[in-house]
């Protein structure tokens, strides 16, 4: 029998729902018609898929001994100098509690009024924690409005990886998530652009650093 847990139906609502809203303009917004249903079911399932896959590569970790996340200040070294910005202090935290581990960094660039807002996750022994943000990646809608853009894509480098692409366009916020072989979580946040290329190339920056760790 499937699994049919608090993530499921939290994420499937709030994910599919929104994605659906935005979709179907033509719709009364209360109004879910059995396609639209259908859809949430798909969803809720490929979104049960990617956390049981997501227990999979934790048992195999544990099996390893990889048991213990990474120091918040080596996430730091992942980060790359961003041109133009000036580069502010870290903060983060490492955490264990029994048999929950995991690391999270912080940093803020500024240039004048300009922000970059970057945080990294090393979720390893809490999986239940990356799983309950990364919902996302079991849509397949994209959306491009007058005031939104979203878009979901696998990212080809390293395995059970996907990028989530967001433009406020009233705001001009820009964000970049990446959910990392089913471990690491990373947000890249900007302010005044207009379109995701640069919080992305900055995201792909922080890959290309960290490559060798996030494949592991």
């Not at 709030?14 to 809203?21: D, R, T």
């Not at 259908?38 to 979104?47: M, P, R």
């Not at 048992?59 to 100098?81: H, V, Y």
Request: hydrophobic share 40%; with cysteine; aromatic share 10%.
């Amino acid at each position: 029998m499937k699994k049919f847990n608090f993530y499921l139906i939290f994420l499937t609502l709030i994910f599919s729902l929104m994605f659906l809203s935005n979709a179907c303009k033509h719709k009364d917004d209360k109004q879910i018609d059995d396609d639209d249903l259908e859809s949430i079911l798909v969803k809720g399932e490929k979104i049960n898929k990617n956390i049981d896959n997501a227990e999979q590569q934790l048992e195999k970790r544990k099996k390893s001994g990889d048991t213990i996340a990474l120091d918040w200040q080596q996430l730091g070294n992942f980060i790359p100098d961003i041109p133009g910005y000036v580069r502010g202090e870290a903060n983060g935290m490492n955490l264990k509690l029994d048999n929950l581990t995991y690391s999270n960094l912080s940093i803020q660039f500024t240039k004048g009024d300009n922000t970059i807002d970057i945080d990294m996750f090393d979720y390893n022994m809490a999986i239940s924690l990356l799983t309950g943000v990364t919902g996302w990646r079991a849509l397949e809608h994209s959306i491009d409005n007058k005031s939104l853009f979203m878009q979901v894509s696998k990212l080809p480098d390293i395995p059970n990886s996907w990028l989530y692409e967001e433009l406020n366009k009233d705001s001009q916020i820009a964000t970049c998530a990446l959910s990392l072989n089913d471990r690491y979580f990373v947000s890249v946040n900007a302010t005044s652009q207009v379109n995701t290329d640069f919080v992305k190339s900055i995201a792909k920056l922080i890959v290309a650093k960290g490559l060798n760790t996030f494949k592991k």
